[in-house]
Antibody
Framework: EVLLLESGGDMVQPGGSLRLSCAAS????????MNWVRQAPGKGLEWVSG????????FYADSVKGRFTISRDNSKNTLYLQMNSLRAEDTALYYC??????????????WGQGALVTVSS | EIVLTQSPGTLSLSPGERATLSCRAS???????LAWYQQKPGQAPRLLIY???TRATGIPDRFSGSGSGTDFTLIISRLEPEDFAVYYC?????????FGQGTKLEIK
C-alpha cells in the first residue's frame, strides 16, 4: 500500500522559513517522480513543484520560484520542500503526491493527507 | 502557462442523473497529459482519469473522460450519492502543471 505522510507544517511569520517533509512507503521511492500541490483554505488546487526520479530535475510554479526548493533523499524515501521568504498567500494545505513513473510529464497518482502551513503575524 | 477553465462552477443534480463536466484549455493539450481528480470535503484529492480517457485503478465505469485539443469532458453516467464532490482537471504536459478551478457537483 502506497503511503505518503507529510510533516513539518506550522504557523510562521511573514518572511520566515519552513521545511516540509514527506515520508514515502509502499513503493520503490527512487523510481518515481514526486510533486507538491497546495490548496489554500476554501480554494482550488495549485501545483507547486515537481522533481523527477532519475536526474532529479526540478520544476516550480512561478509563484514560488526562487523562494521554494524541492529535493529528495532516496536513501531515506523522503521528499522535501524548503520554503523561504514566506508570504501570507502561501498559507495552504500542502499535499505530497506520487507520480505514475519517474519522468516529469506525470499526473498525481497518489496523494498524502497534507501538511498545513499558516503564514501570519 | 496553460489556463484550464472548468464549467459549470456548480452543477446541481439528483442521484441517478447524468453529469457532464467541461474543462477548456487556453492552448492545445496533448491528450495523454490530461487528468481528472475528485475531492470530497476534508479529504485529499483522488485520481479518477488520466490520459484524458483512462480510468485509474478502482474507478467505477460510470466515470468516463473524453476530448482532445482544448476541450475535455468528464461524464458520470448515473450519479451515486458518493459522487457529489468537487472535480478538478489538470494538464501535466507543460510546465507549470496547472489545474482548473474546479466544478462542485451538489445534490439537487
Amino acid at each position: 500500500e502506497v503511503l505518503l505522510l507529510e510533516s513539518g507544517g506550522d504557523m510562521v511569520q511573514p518572511g520566515g522559513s519552513l521545511r516540509l517533509s514527506c515520508a514515502a512507503s509502499g513503493f520503490t521511492f527512487s523510481n518515481y517522480a514526486m510533486n507538491w500541490v497546495r490548496q489554500a483554505p476554501g480554494k482550488g488546487l495549485e501545483w507547486v513543484s515537481g522533481i523527477s526520479a532519475s536526474d532529479g530535475a526540478t520544476f516550480y510554479a512561478d509563484s514560488v520560484k526562487g523562494r521554494f526548493t524541492i529535493s529528495r533523499d532516496n536513501s531515506k524515501n523522503t521528499l522535501y520542500l524548503q520554503m523561504n521568504s514566506l508570504r501570507a498567500e502561501d498559507t495552504a494545505l500542502y499535499y505530497c503526491t506520487k507520480a505514475q513513473y519517474g519522468g516529469v510529464y506525470a499526473y498525481c497518482e497518489y496523494w498524502g493527507q497534507g501538511a498545513l502551513v499558516t503564514v501570519s503575524s | 502557462e496553460i489556463v484550464l477553465t472548468q464549467s459549470p462552477g456548480t452543477l446541481s443534480l439528483s442521484p441517478g442523473e447524468r453529469a457532464t463536466l467541461s474543462c477548456r484549455a487556453s492552448q492545445n493539450v496533448n491528450t495523454i497529459y490530461l487528468a481528472w481528480y475528485q475531492q470530497k470535503p476534508g479529504q485529499a484529492p483522488r485520481l479518477l482519469i488520466y490520459g484524458a480517457s483512462t480510468r485509474a485503478t478502482g474507478i467505477p465505469d460510470r466515470f468516463s473522460g473524453s476530448g482532445s485539443g482544448t476541450d475535455f469532458t468528464l461524464i458520470i453516467s448515473r450519479l451515486e450519492p458518493e459522487d457529489f464532490a468537487v472535480y478538478y482537471c489538470q494538464q501535466y504536459g507543460s510546465s507549470p502543471r496547472t489545474f482548473g478551478q474546479g466544478t462542485k457537483l451538489e445534490i439537487k
